[in-house]
């Protein structure tokens, strides 16, 4: 989903070309909470069933 931001305060250079914009905090966390899952699923190299791991920590007597 794409959020559009209402009246934006955008950071200018001396010409009046935008630089950056100012993000409201709770935008920010928002945004970067979606970045770190979506990092999450890019990187996820495979889940094992929870009783297979169980089985693994005791083979290895971590359990």
Request: cysteine-free.
């Amino acid at each position: 989903m794409i959020e559009t931001i209402e009246n934006p305060t955008y950071i200018t250079d001396k010409s009046g070309n935008r630089k950056g914009v100012i993000l409201d905090y709770d935008y920010f966390e928002d945004l970067e909470d979606s970045l770190e899952l979506l990092k999450a699923e890019r990187d996820a190299s495979g889940f094992i069933k929870y009783n297979d791991f169980v089985k693994k920590l005791k083979q290895e007597n971590r359990i």
